[in-house]
């Protein structure tokens, strides 16, 4: 009986998913905490701010999922 090897990778769409949750949530609490800046609804500025922010949250849950296969698929 031979043991064969485990590659384990993170899953990169449930990562991507929950940065960019958490990218609109904080974004969507810093926009409705702020004054009204922008010129914009209270709504529309929450939409906007939120969407940057989970595109944002998208990029760096992306970039940890990266990391995270290299350090658990070392040879």
């Known amino acids: 009986m031979t043991r064969r090897r485990v590659r384990r990778t993170p899953n990169f ?16 609490i810093i926009a409705s905490r702020g004054e009204d800046a ?7 500025g929450i939409a906007l701010i939120g969407v940057l922010m989970a595109a944002f949250g998208v990029l760096i849950a992306t970039i940890v999922a990266l990391v995270m296969e290299k350090l658990l698929n070392r040879d």
């Open 13 to 28: 769409g449930i990562f991507m998913i929950t940065g960019g949750f958490i990218g609109f949530l904080a974004g969507a």
């Open 38 to 44: 922008t010129g914009y609804s209270d709504r529309t």
